[in-house]
């Protein structure tokens, strides 16, 4: 598809929209590899540097809603890779052998990712960008 200059890409929304469509296309394709969309990878990343995490917590890093979580988490509970304990009130989530045994495989996925990304953009303005959108996401998200 070729791309070019519409009366959209003024549009903050718009440009926003595509780059994720993007960025997200292309992260599914680093991520395939491990056999996980790249939201199942990166909940599988977060519990398994953090093991016992509570589903708040993940909501909270991955910047997705509770229920969502709770959605990926059920999924990841079904195919074996990871479990959820309750400890009185609160549910923690721990990852299985399974999900230990695909952290190399993730870790280098995620660095597949990061160098495609910065082959075309350049380290310097991938750096930036993110800090860009994630300081514009820290504010419109209060």
Not at 43 to 70: F, H, Y
């Amino acid at each position: 598809m070729e791309i070019q200059e519409t009366k959209y890409c003024t549009c903050l929304y718009h440009s926003a929209n595509a780059f994720a469509r993007v960025m997200t296309k292309m992260a599914d394709e680093a991520f395939a590899p491990t056999g996980l969309s790249t939201s199942y990878a990166f909940l599988l990343m977060t519990v398994n540097d953090s093991p016992g995490i509570q589903p708040k917590a993940i909501s909270c890093q991955m910047q997705l809603t509770p229920s969502t979580v709770t959605r990926l988490i059920e999924k990841m509970e079904y195919r074996g890779l990871l479990e959820r304990k309750s400890v009185g009130r609160a549910t923690q989530v721990f990852p299985t052998e399974k999900s230990e045994a695909l952290k190399p495989e993730l870790k280098k996925a995620w660095q597949s990712l990061y160098k495609q990304y910065t082959s075309i953009l350049g380290k310097e303005t991938a750096r930036k960008l993110t800090d860009d959108i994630h300081k514009a996401y820290m504010e419109i998200d209060k």
